[in-house]
């Protein structure tokens, strides 16, 4: 095996990054799609909404904590609270910011639901977008702007966060501390960057009937979930998400590794179905008037009125080759383990992605025996028999969240993992092995893991989903 030092610079070198990140990488011409459009609908806008300066978004971590930067969107964040104190239905107030998000993505109506789809980033860019006009009208300042939180260089919670009441940017029901810190597993986002197809990525398109599975994509599933849930309170429900203002560095980093994926590899291309393009998300304004917009008019941060500091990340968070790296196997009474069924398994397809390749991504599916109305964190391993030696391979951290079915408040059985495997995995799968796939919960600060063990039956891999 190659060593760590080697192993992470062929990764970078192979990605097009230096070993500070990928901003030296242009955007692709993917990501000024429909901005001729955009130009004629934003100058209205502009004047409107004060939106005729771009605003610099930073890593807050990297902001001193007494920057007036700082202050000034404490101040904003302020006022936004004092309205809703006087008026909780004031559009403009904080308690209507966080109803909105729990408009679209608490909801069981489901052609509201932006979750667990392909509408997922668009729609929070527009919601952050939402929230940054609100506290620029607040000061009446054009160029504050929102931060996001690099987790993959601070993966503790800032010290801004921190602190009681009298900070704006704190929330009391976070179950972690100030010394908790994310675990490497929740925030490693090289499976997602090598995620060449967008359905991949960032979800298939929403379902048109009853009895369509819902398949949300790698990157909602695994460090967008994890962090929502590790971090607990409100932040780990979706009605009440939107309250806490870790909630807004937190997607201002989604927002980011979005751009950061598209910069990636040319391969990593957005759709161009009409469905997707022409898809009008809903939101409210500085002045709290519903505003809409078409994705294909969101895709260009700058029309928008902001833009990233930079898009670098930590390589030590985006390199899944090195095994040292990865969490092992350690029994514990709580495991979930079922065999793979090679039967419903879309075996001679899995193979064949590995011809000339190393690494891919399929779809895990699995129905719930039981359906657990909670959050459920697991470590996914795939374990069979090499040479008389179990062998036991990681293929990534989740969080499995409980889907309503269409238009209803029942979950849905079915759930489909987007995963990556290694061709070790495939070779085992084309060679007819027994294989046990083990799902182990992960302990997180301040909570139990479930005593009841999770019930998973019918778990198969396939290339692609077929309603997608």
Not at 33 to 44: A, F, M, R, V, Y
Request: one cysteine or more.
């Amino acid at each position: 095996m190659k060593n760590k030092s080697t192993s992470r610079r062929g990764f970078l070198q192979k990605a097009g990054w230096s070993t500070l990140g990928i901003s030296s990488l242009p955007f692709l011409p993917t990501a000024i799609l429909g901005c001729e459009t955009k130009k004629k609908q934003q100058d209205s806008r502009t004047s409107s909404l004060g939106n005729s300066s771009i605003s610099v978004r930073k890593n807050i971590a990297d902001i001193p904590i007494n920057d007036p930067e700082i202050k000034l969107l404490k101040d904003a964040i302020n006022i936004l609270k004092k309205r809703s104190e006087v008026s909780p239905l004031d559009p403009m107030g904080y308690t209507a910011q966080g109803m909105l998000h729990a408009t679209f993505c608490a909801t069981s109506i489901y052609s509201n639901q932006v979750h667990y789809n392909w509408y997922v980033w668009p729609w929070h860019r527009l919601y952050l977008w939402s929230m940054e006009q609100k506290l620029q009208k607040a000061v009446n300042e054009p160029t504050l702007a929102l931060h996001y939180w690099d987790w993959t260089k601070s993966n503790f919670i800032p010290e801004h966060y921190w602190g009681d009441e009298s900070n704006p940017l704190f929330n009391v029901t976070r179950l972690v501390s100030r010394t908790d810190e994310i675990p490497k597993d929740f925030i490693n986002v090289g499976a997602t960057f090598r995620a060449d197809k967008y359905k991949t990525f960032g979800g298939y398109p929403a379902i048109k009937k009853h009895g369509d599975s819902q398949l949300d994509g790698i990157a909602e599933q695994s460090f967008h979930n994890n962090i929502h849930n590790w971090i607990g309170g409100q932040m780990a429900t979706f009605t009440e998400s939107g309250f806490d203002p870790i909630f807004y560095g937190h997607h201002g980093n989604c927002d980011r590794i979005w751009d950061a994926w598209r910069a990636y590899s040319p391969g990593n291309k957005l759709p161009t179905d009409e469905e997707w393009l022409e898809k009008r998300l809903f939101a409210t304004d500085g002045n709290g008037r519903p505003v809409d917009f078409k994705i294909k008019e969101l895709l260009d941060t700058e029309a928008l009125g902001y833009r990233f500091a930079d898009l670098n990340l930590n390589p030590n968070y985006c390199n899944p080759f090195v095994e040292t790296d990865k969490p092992q196997r350690k029994e514990t009474g709580r495991d979930c383990i079922v065999p793979l069924n090679l039967k419903t398994s879309d075996t001679n397809a899995i193979y064949k992605e590995f011809v000339d390749k190393e690494r891919t991504h399929v779809i895990l599916h699995f129905e719930r025996a039981q359906l657990p109305y909670q959050p459920y964190c697991a470590r996914v391993f795939f374990e069979y028999d090499k040479y008389g030696e179990k062998q036991s391979k990681y293929t990534g951290t989740f969080t499995i969240l409980p889907i309503l079915d269409l238009d209803s408040v029942l979950l849905q059985n079915g759930v489909h993992l987007q995963i990556e495997i290694e061709k070790e995995i495939a070779e085992a799968i084309d060679a007819k092995k027994d294989i046990q796939v083990v799902f182990q919960p992960v302990p997180l600060p301040n909570r139990n893991i479930p005593d009841e063990i999770l019930k998973l039956e019918n778990i198969s891999l396939v290339t692609h989903y077929e309603n997608g």
